[in-house]
């Protein structure tokens, strides 16, 4: 930028310096003959300025260090519980509560295995409390399958819901973060919580090179393109359905619903690849919407 305009009065010519912060001072010192200009700035600015450059780097993040214990009272887990099976709950994924209170959003293929009725199988979100788990049965009320969205519903008192972004206004470069299970119930349902920089914002579907290399999911995913956050992040089978949400606002953005695997699908374990990706929230919006108004 430059930061000097030139005017002329009296035959004499001035340099004002342009606004380098909301507290410059300038002094115009007018010569004949002679150009004498000299710009002042208050010292405190200066010295703001490399303060801000030397912040160490907790203070950037005391955004989520303050959004985080909003969130995680949110953040369930999702899975089925079997009366005569050892043990009798089983997690497959996260979950987040959303809306009133008693709906709670994941991804499809969370819950998609068929459930053992006749062993009296049920889906089951469950809810930390210290070292306890709360299990409460759970239904499934809606479905949207080309993003891989489901809404269950459960009864009893009503959990504190996360609030819901707009995911056109997310931009690449953006950090957020996600928060879930990301190795099932291994070490307890205690949620973990990972950064994640939204590297790419790409479409579902990427023409393959050859005809041949066409899948029936490729197929579905050309007629039905809609774009998908690609993250800079480690995550795992467990994250499924993870909230991905902004750090200052805890407003949900994303849902964390798949990784880039190298080679085999046990290398998402042992080998993983850094690579995520996340629904943007919105559709997720439309299919409450969806829900709300079905009688």
Not at 59 to 87: E, F
């Amino acid at each position: 930028m430059d930061f000097t305009t030139q005017a002329r009065r009296d035959g004499a010519t001035r340099l004002i310096a342009e606004p380098f912060c909301d507290n410059l001072t300038v002094i115009d010192i007018i010569g004949v003959g002679t150009l004498i200009v000299a710009i002042k700035l208050r010292l405190w600015c200066v010295l703001s300025l490399f303060a801000l450059c030397a912040l160490p780097a907790h203070a950037w993040a005391q955004g989520i260090v303050d959004t985080l214990p909003r969130v995680k009272p949110s953040v369930v887990g999702i899975g089925t519980h079997h009366p005569t099976r050892t043990p009798r709950v089983q997690l497959a994924g996260t979950g987040f509560v959303v809306g009133d209170g008693l709906t709670v959003a994941t991804n499809a293929h969370v819950i998609a295995r068929e459930l053992d009725t006749a062993r009296r199988e049920t889906l089951a979100v469950l809810i930390p409390r210290g070292e306890q788990v709360e299990v409460r049965p759970a239904e499934r009320i809606a479905a949207d399958a080309t993003h891989d969205l489901v809404l269950l519903r459960i009864q009893g008192e009503p959990l504190p819901a996360l609030a819901l972004g707009d995911s056109d206004r997310v931009r690449e470069g953006q950090t957020l973060y996600f928060t879930g299970y990301p190795l099932g119930a291994a070490l307890g349902l205690h949620p973990a919580t990972h950064r994640a920089g939204l590297a790419a914002v790409a479409p579902i579907y990427t023409p393959p090179p050859t005809a041949s290399r066409l899948t029936p999911q490729l197929i579905r995913r050309a007629e039905d393109r809609y774009v998908i956050f690609q993250l800079d992040a480690i995550a795992y089978p467990g994250n499924s359905g993870s909230p991905l949400y902004d750090p200052d606002t805890g407003q949900v953005l994303g849902i964390v619903n798949s990784v880039f695997v190298k080679g085999a699908k046990e290398n998402a374990l042992k080998d993983p690849s850094g690579i995520a990706y996340a629904i943007p929230v919105n559709p997720l919006k439309a299919l409450i919407e969806r829900s709300i108004r079905r009688p």
